[in-house]
């Protein structure tokens, strides 16, 4: 096996001498004490870090519930929508391209020469004498036609009349070859419409799109924890995955046992999907994701979901999940881990209650797995629960679900709490969201 990080060492050793660290050393007063008490601030920050710069956070309750709802700012999701910068600047470029014109003429870009006699052509003393200097609005007279610009006010169509002017020996236009007129307009891309330049470029801003839900379940053994711990986590993916993430403050053990959290999770996503066009998000592109206990809850869930025939779910991220997988190698090797230990588990599991062949309490001995969705499971070498995650992941794919399965040999229970210290936190939040993006892109 290899050796813990040093980081998630020192962490599992200050961690250790915190009050109340071991459930299966505290007192029943403790216990209730702690159950839904939330860590000082200062503590969460420094040992659980926050979410990222670029994400807002509401808290709500909804159901009866407590939710925390995370969103990528305006513009710094990836999906984040943007403006067609500027298309004013389509007639920009149409008011230059007089310049281009040979001769004399590209002295003068023509501004506005509609006012009468008072506005200068730009054909300086031009050969019929003073009759150019006026705007010419019936150039059909003599040679008159020389003009250039005989309505000017039409912007490049007043360029697309000069062709005709060219017969007899009056056609000394300062335009050798009128053709070459519109050519020179024509440098500017496709703007011979005119107008045209001053629509919206195509495909026009529509205001946001929705983006995926990810309803998230924290861990603490179904009897510790609370949003505020999810707060990296759940920042990150809703940057990352440019998604609105629902953090469920589901009711703990042992005031609340088992079905309780279940039955919470459960109508967090009822509400979720049926609220997600409110949410800025698609309700046809949900995601689940939770850690330990949690992990747990969202592997019911999904089963839960797919037996009641919604809301689907198209993915489900599974971290170091405890499954109910029983006497495994993991649990007797890291018996006395950092972060968990099995004298832990055992509490854990007598406060939560619930018969342990239920598949609502142990997943992995549920009849079927069939028909569940894409999975990401992530487990640490140093974890008791490092089998459950391994062998629940074996169990999916046996039926053909579609699991990617990634192991940090370095890593305790419950390590991507702890970005700060666990030097592969980063790298697996950006594998679930990697899976999350495959699974839940656009169909």
């Not at 939330?38 to 709500?60: C, F, H, M, N, W």
């Not at 861990?219 to 993916?237: A, H, N």
């Not at 499954?323 to 939560?352: C, H, P, Q, W």
Request: with cysteine; net charge negative.
């Amino acid at each position: 096996m290899e050796p813990l990080a040093p980081g998630m060492r020192r962490t599992g050793k200050v961690m250790r001498r915190m009050p109340g660290a071991s459930i299966a050393r505290a007192t029943p007063a403790e216990i209730e004490r702690n159950s839904g008490a939330r860590a000082p601030e200062l503590i969460a920050r420094l040992l659980q870090g926050s979410k990222p710069r670029g994400v807002t956070s509401e808290d709500r309750e909804v159901e009866g519930i407590a939710v925390r709802i995370y969103r990528p700012s305006t513009g710094s999701g990836t999906g984040a929508n943007s403006s067609v910068p500027e298309p004013v600047e389509g007639p920009k470029a149409m008011s230059s391209a007089p310049e281009p014109v040979e001769g004399p003429k590209p002295n003068s870009p023509v501004p506005e020469p509609v006012e009468g006699p008072g506005a200068q052509s730009p054909v300086p003393e031009p050969v019929e004498g003073p009759k150019p200097n006026s705007p010419a609005p019936e150039p059909a007279e003599g040679p008159k036609p020389n003009s250039p610009v005989p309505e000017p006010v039409e912007g490049p169509k007043a360029m697309s009349s000069v062709p005709e002017p060219v017969d007899g020996p009056g056609a000394q236009s300062p335009v050798p070859e009128p053709v070459e007129g519109p050519k020179a307009m024509s440098s500017a891309p496709e703007p011979v419409e005119g107008p045209r330049a001053n629509s919206p470029a195509p495909e026009p801003v529509e205001g946001p799109k929705p983006k995926p839900l990810i309803l998230y379940f924290h861990g603490g053994g179904f009897v510790y924890g609370d949003v505020r711990g999810g707060d990296w986590i759940c920042g990150t993916v809703a940057k990352e995955l440019d998604a609105v993430v629902v953090s469920v403050e589901y009711r703990l053990a042992p005031k609340h046992p088992f079905p309780a959290g279940v039955d919470d999770c459960y109508a967090a996503l009822v509400w979720a999907a049926a609220n997600a066009a409110s949410l800025g998000a698609d309700g046809t592109r949900i995601g689940v994701i939770g850690e330990s206990a949690g992990g747990n809850l969202a592997a019911v869930v999904a089963l839960m979901a797919r037996d009641r025939k919604g809301p689907v779910i198209r993915h489900q991220a599974l971290l170091y999940p405890a499954t109910g997988a029983g006497d495994t190698e993991s649990r007797r090797v890291n018996a006395d881990a950092y972060i968990l230990t099995f004298a832990d588990m055992e509490k854990f599991g007598e406060l939560y209650g619930g018969d342990p062949t239920d598949w609502r309490v142990s997943p992995i001995v549920a009849k079927s797995l069939r028909g569940l969705p894409p999975a990401i499971v992530i487990v640490g070498g140093h974890d008791p629960l490092h089998d459950d995650g391994t062998l629940y992941a074996d169990a999916l794919r046996a039926v053909g679900v579609d699991v990617e399965l990634i192991d940090y040999p370095a890593m305790p229970h419950g390590f991507m709490n702890f970005p700060r210290y666990a030097k592969d936190a980063k790298p697996a939040i950006a594998a679930v969201v990697a899976s999350q993006r495959a699974a839940l892109r656009r169909i």
